[in-house]
């Protein structure tokens, strides 16, 4: 990987424009601040528990590997890690068919995503840059807004590879594999959301910060809580919701509502993270999603 300034991921994109990135043009990985799992703001099932803490470092420290090699190190997940992600699969499975995006149901079979078995980061990654460029870097847990989203402008998904505690395998309160691979990664495939994605990530690394703010209420209305029109109807493609059934369920229920998607209205809604989501917003299409976000973007500096 190339050597860039430690800065490069707050500087102006060359131009407001999509991009492919091959490997060797990626700035490099530099240390970021994660959050240790015993500072999560967030109740966490596994915080008392040594064994569960010792194998997610351990899962973590294979991030730090990709940091220094740009190689992938796959998880040799155990069996009991196993059960959580065919639990979760299987319990998710018959709301997929009935309320996720028709593009998602296929993405899912495309990158041979199942319910038997914890996809591994290095498979997706391969398959993602064949179709739209996207790749995926592990990381260890959560980071900084503004490091998290600059990352998309390179085609670049940052990803955890450990699973959530088997206590409670319907309840994580931070991105593991299921929420990573059952919610975010397979909308990669798709052109106009990866461009999308891209468009978030060149207006973090020049945003100002009520402007980032804006993004990540975006961000969150969208690639965690979105909707789609499909055939007539809302659909998910949010990975908050494809990735919990019972956000999924109450995604579709009477206690909430389903707004058309309007930019302005969306990035100045606030949002709590613990709390079912009151208002969700529709979009009428992914291309939608990409040119509104060009949109935006393209407005920051002109304020």
Excluded: C
Excluded at 155 to 167: A, F, P
Excluded at 253 to 261: L, M, Q, T
Aim: hydrophobic share 35%.
């Amino acid at each position: 990987m190339v050597t860039l300034d430690r800065h490069i991921l707050t500087t102006e994109p060359a131009a407001m424009a999509n991009f492919e990135v091959a490997d060797e043009e990626l700035p490099d990985f530099v240390d970021m601040p994660f959050e240790d799992i015993e500072e999560l703001p967030l109740d966490h099932p596994g915080a008392r528990d040594e064994e569960y803490r010792t194998r997610r470092d351990h899962i973590a420290s294979l991030s730090k590997n990709f940091r220094q090699t740009g190689v992938i190190t796959d998880v040799d997940y155990t069996d009991e890690e196993q059960s959580v992600w065919r639990y979760v699969a299987g319990e998710l499975q018959e709301l997929h068919e009935k309320r996720a995006s028709p593009f998602y149901l296929q993405a899912k079979k495309s990158l041979g995503i199942s319910n038997d078995r914890i996809p591994q980061l290095s498979e997706m990654t391969k398959r993602l840059k064949e179709t739209t460029g996207f790749r995926l870097a592990p990381i260890e847990g959560l980071v900084d807004t503004r490091a998290f989203l600059s990352w998309l402008s390179w085609r670049t998904m940052l990803s955890t590879q450990y699973i959530r505690h088997h206590s409670r395998p319907g309840y994580t309160p931070e991105p593991d594999i299921v929420h990573e691979a059952m919610g975010h990664i397979p909308m990669f495939t798709n052109k106009d959301f990866a461009d999308f994605s891209q468009f978030i990530g060149h207006g973090a690394r020049i945003a100002n910060d009520e402007q980032l703010e804006g993004l990540g209420r975006l961000y969150w209305f969208t690639v965690e809580f979105g909707l789609v029109e499909a055939d007539g109807e809302p659909k998910a493609f949010g990975a908050g919701l494809l990735s919990s059934f019972k956000e999924l369920e109450n995604a579709f229920s009477d206690d909430v509502e389903r707004r058309s998607f309007v930019l302005e209205e969306v990035i100045a809604h606030d949002y709590t993270y613990s709390d079912m989501q009151p208002v969700l917003y529709v979009a009428p299409s992914y291309k939608f999603l990409k040119e509104e976000t060009r949109r935006y973007i393209e407005s920051f500096g002109k304020n």
